[in-house]
């Protein structure tokens, strides 16, 4: 009997002949694809390169200004206002370098400033208020006739027209002059607060008269309304 094509037989050590084992078996052969392997090292090479990108941009940090605190706007800017950080910014974010800050001192702000904000040359003029076009009113104010938050420069308000303590309340909409707040004095005794605004040099004659007259209130209008 021939077993050697199929299996072999096991010899015991005294030469007896034993079991049957199965014949070893040749692993399959895989077959490599070209493309899927040339795809592989394209993606492992963007890869690469994209971390290269991220690190190169991350280290890309500038000096720039930005405000040391809260400026009020219309506050004149002097060299305590300003401070310096290393930042990483877009190209399209508007920021003044670092060794452009003498050109700042003495600038106004044109809108108020929070602390640690970037600042960009739009939010900053050589001029304070008023401005071309404009006039400074002073308005005393009755605490009962301010908000309760109080006001704060750069808010856009209305000066609104009250009428007599013994009239009637208006039947249509009262006139009102718009304004924008530049300075909050502090209350008096009798809690009336005096307010600059600026308005169109057209409405400031007729808002300083009502004014005079102590029969106004403010309203506050949303901010970039």
């Given at each position: 009997?021939?077993?050697?094509?199929?299996?072999?037989?096991?010899?015991?050590?005294?030469?007896?002949?034993?079991?049957?084992?199965?014949?070893?078996?040749?692993?399959?052969?895989?077959?490599?694809?070209?493309?899927?392997?040339?795809?592989?090292?394209?993606?492992?090479?963007?890869?690469?390169?994209?971390?290269?990108?991220?690190?190169?941009?991350?280290?890309?940090?500038?000096?720039?200004?930005?405000?040391?605190?809260?400026?009020?706007?219309?506050?004149?800017l002097t060299q305590s206002d300003l401070a310096t950080v290393d930042v990483s910014v877009d190209p399209s974010?508007?920021?003044?370098?670092?060794?452009?800050?003498?050109?700042?001192?003495?600038?106004?702000?044109?809108?108020?400033?929070?602390?640690?904000?970037?600042?960009?040359?739009?939010?900053?003029?050589?001029?304070?208020?008023?401005?071309?076009?404009?006039?400074?009113?002073?308005?005393?104010?009755?605490?009962?006739?301010?908000?309760?938050?109080?006001?704060?420069?750069?808010?856009?308000?209305?000066?609104?027209?009250?009428?007599?303590?013994?009239?009637?309340?208006?039947?249509?909409?009262?006139?009102?002059?718009?304004?924008?707040?530049?300075?909050?004095?502090?209350?008096?005794?009798?809690?009336?607060?005096?307010?600059?605004?600026?308005?169109?040099?057209?409405?400031?004659?007729?808002?300083?008269?009502?004014?005079?007259?102590?029969?106004?209130?403010?309203?506050?209008?949303?901010?970039?309304?």
């Amino acid at each position: 009997m021939t077993l050697t094509d199929h299996s072999k037989l096991v010899t015991s050590a005294n030469g007896v002949p034993g079991a049957l084992t199965a014949p070893r078996l040749a692993p399959p052969r895989t077959r490599r694809r070209p493309a899927f392997v040339a795809l592989g090292i394209a993606l492992v090479a963007a890869g690469a390169l994209v971390a290269v990108w991220l690190v190169n941009t991350a280290g890309q940090r500038v000096p720039v200004l930005v405000a040391a605190r809260d400026i009020p706007f219309g506050t004149t800017l002097t060299q305590s206002d300003l401070a310096t950080v290393d930042v990483s910014v877009d190209p399209s974010v508007a920021v003044i370098p670092a060794g452009e800050v003498d050109s700042l001192v003495g600038m106004t702000a044109s809108t108020t400033l929070m602390q640690g904000s970037l600042l960009s040359r739009s939010e900053v003029s050589a001029a304070g208020p008023p401005a071309a076009g404009q006039v400074l009113v002073g308005v005393a104010v009755p605490a009962a006739r301010m908000p309760a938050g109080g006001l704060t420069a750069g808010d856009r308000v209305l000066v609104v027209t009250t009428p007599a303590a013994d009239a009637d309340p208006p039947t249509g909409p009262p006139d009102s002059v718009a304004a924008t707040v530049v300075r909050v004095g502090p209350a008096d005794l009798n809690g009336v607060t005096v307010v600059d605004v600026t308005t169109s040099a057209g409405d400031g004659p007729a808002l300083a008269a009502r004014a005079a007259t102590g029969r106004i209130a403010i309203v506050v209008e949303p901010r970039g309304g």
